[in-house]
């Protein structure tokens, strides 16, 4: 039975970098220009390459074994009519697009498929092209568009008798750009399954059931600030407004009406009404408390909790709506349902990031003993962690403003130093304690009482009393670990984390 090998979306970049989850499988380079992350409305995001930019997957397994399918998607511009411009090469076979007797073709190891009444290759248009390697020693190469394989057997067959590592994508001449995304590697791939994982996959990644039909007027609004349109990402985040607008079309909703979004270029974080815990998602999904705006034909809600991060630093979001058990009626004649399949709609949504520098503004290390007694018999302990302001300006903390301990070695500790109960913050030599709000079930951070100012070059005590350290084991044993000293809601940056070590075993020096 096929299964999913590897999977490359191509449309998130890290210091230019595409994101690679198979590092140890797989090298990831790119060669000749930095590549770029944009945004389509039948596709949604991809990569883009200009010009001679090249991507290179170097694999330490073979991809070219009998069973294996790659499959991805492709839209081109070719600005020289009469040159070609590569696609993706496995090895020395080369897939491109040529011009044959004045008509576009496909190009593939030395064969050629000409554009005909079955099948027309053409720029500034989404494919979906899958190489298969077949039992017999053959490649066979399928291409279909948004239409699914009309065209049930595959375009081009050569024989292949070699055995490929790489795979190449783009290269191509001064003018071209080459857009490509959702590279999937399958293995174990039968004859009579090529075909519907084709299909599943054009389904499950090309975005067009909200392009469709009669609904072009439908669309989706979200906004977090009255002073911009766009979506304001702040260190302290406002609730997210959702409108539903199905334009000139009536609305029926049933009581099972629920919307779901995706975010597909940043990250949705939410924190629950009943939790402390907040977490990072690509998708959220919302059952709707209805309200009934101009005359009752929009859906509105508001998204507590709920905001966008900028996980990737870009200047856009990809949000995808899905919307189910609606009724959108145009006219007498004609009702569009959403019981059985759900009503998709792309929206990007311009940035503007108001959350401050990125750099940490603060050095922090144990001041004193950094080292908590692992031995029988052990007493708790306090520790003081130094926070130095390392700027060259002051820095201003509201009553919002606080820090918190968390890391992943907190079993070395008997008493956790996120559950210890007695934390202050202290003056610097003066150790005078500074006014501080108590932590509650909805705030574990420990946050200033009053607006407080630290000079440049100074510091603050962030001191954690009753502390005991466990026995040692095999699991944990004495040694270095490493901490996190998160901070938040600091005027001009944004919110953060720095690391610091605690030792356990035997103490060689005490405050």
């Known amino acids: 039975m096929a299964k999913l090998s590897y999977y490359f979306p191509l449309d998130n970049l890290v210091n230019n970098e595409i ?14 220009s930095n590549p770029e992350v944009d945004f389509d409305e039948e596709k949604g995001s991809y990569l883009n390459f200009k010009d001679n930019g090249k991507l290179e997957l170097t694999f330490k397994k073979t991809v070219s074994k009998a069973g294996t399918l790659i499959n991805f998607f492709f839209n081109y511009d070719k600005k020289n009519n009469n040159g ?27 064969s050629i498929k000409t554009n005909d009444e079955d ?21 066979d190469l399928y291409m279909t568009d948004e239409n699914f394989l ?46 519907n994982i084709i299909n599943k996959t054009i389904a499950q990644r090309l975005t067009l059931l909200s392009k469709s039909t009669l609904i072009d007027t439908v669309t989706f609004k979200l906004t977090n600030s009255a002073e911009y349109d766009k979506l304001v990402i702040e260190n302290v985040q406002q609730p997210l407004s959702f409108e539903f607008s199905p334009g000139d079309m009536m609305l029926e909703q049933s009581d099972q009406c629920v919307a779901k979004l995706k975010a597909k270029k940043g990250f949705f974080k939410y924190k629950g009404a009943e939790s402390s815990e907040t977490t990072d998602s690509e998708e959220f999904s919302i059952s709707f408390d209805v309200k009934n705006q101009q005359a009752g034909n929009n859906l509105t809600a508001v998204l507590e909790g709920l905001s966008i991060i900028n996980g990737l630093n870009q200047e856009r979001v990809l949000v995808q709506l899905e919307i189910y058990n609606v009724t959108l009626t145009k006219d007498d004649f004609s009702k569009t349902y ?25 050095d922090v290390f144990i001041l004193g003993n950094d080292t908590l007694y692992n031995g029988a018999g052990s007493e708790t302990q306090t520790i003081r962690i130094l926070i130095n302001n390392t700027t060259d300006e002051d820095l ?53 009482q009053d607006e407080y100012v630290l000079a440049k070059r100074e510091s603050v005590v962030f001191e954690i ?21 998160e901070y938040r809601h600091i005027s001009g940056y944004r919110d953060g984390k720095v690391r610091f070590f605690l030792k356990t075993g035997k103490i060689f020096y005490s405050l």
């Not at 070609?84 to 593939?108: C, H, P, Q, T, Y």
């Open 150 to 195: 009309l065209y049930r057997k595959a375009l081009i067959s050569v024989d292949n008798s070699t055995e490929d590592l790489n795979i190449n994508i783009g290269g191509n001449n001064e003018g071209d750009q080459l857009r490509i995304a959702d590279l999937s590697i399958y293995g174990e791939v039968a004859k009579d399954e090529v075909e």
């Open 338 to 362: 959403t019981q059985s399949q759900p009503l998709i709609i792309d929206r990007v949504f311009e940035l503007v990031d108001l959350q401050g520098a990125k750099q940490s503004p603060f």
């Open 84 to 110: 070609a411009i590569s696609l993706i090469a496995v090895g020395e076979k080369i897939l491109s697009v040529i011009k044959s007797n004045s008509r576009n073709a496909i190009s593939f190891k030395n």
């Open 465 to 485: 009393s009753g502390l005991k350290a466990r026995q040692p084991t095999p699991a944990n044993p004495s040694g270095a670990y490493p901490f996190y000293l």
């Open 19 to 32: 994101i690679n989850n198979y590092k140890s499988q797989v090298q990831a380079i790119v060669e000749n």
């Open 396 to 448: 201003k903390f509201s009553d919002s403003s606080g820090f918190r301990i968390s890391g992943n070695f907190r079993t070395i500790l008997e008493n956790d130093v996120q559950q210890a109960s007695d934390m202050t913050l202290k003056e610097f030599q003066s150790f005078r304690d500074i006014a501080t709000r108590p932590k509650s079930a909805d705030n574990d951070f420990l946050c200033f």
């Open 119 to 139: 099948f027309r290759i053409r720029e500034n248009h989404w494919f979906n092209g899958s190489l298969y390697f077949n039992d017999a020693g053959g490649l």
